[in-house]
């Protein structure tokens, strides 16, 4: 999950919420195959069973702009509303 992937784990600290009873992952290389990394350059990761949320976590290089405007992030997505958060600050 790289560097990002601790950013996951302080959402679920920061809901109070119990850790996943398992975790699957999905991914490979996709963007740059031939590079010298050997960590994956795409990856989806779904959490389920943590009480009161569902989480997915989504690593994509190579991508300039995702989901809100944003190229990184976590957005918080509830019934009556969402937070997207990244270093630039808070937006909806």
Same mark, same amino acid.
């Given at each position: ?29 996709? +963007?740059?195959?031939?590079?010298? *990394? ?7 990761? =779904? !959490?389920?069973?943590?009480? +009161?949320?569902?989480?997915?976590? *989504? ?7 995702? =989901? !809100? ?24």
């Amino acid at each position: 999950m790289t560097d990002w992937g601790v950013h996951d784990r302080l959402c679920i600290a920061g809901a109070n919420a119990s850790l996943p009873k398992s975790i699957m992952a999905s991914g490979g290389k996709f +963007a740059y195959p031939d590079d010298a *990394e050997e960590t994956p350059d795409t990856l989806t990761q =779904p !959490y389920t069973n943590l009480m +009161a949320f569902n989480m997915l976590w *989504e690593h994509a290089t190579g991508i300039n702009d995702g =989901p !809100y405007g944003r190229d990184h992030g976590v957005a918080f997505i509830g019934n009556n509303g969402t937070l997207v958060v990244d270093r630039k600050g808070a937006g909806r």
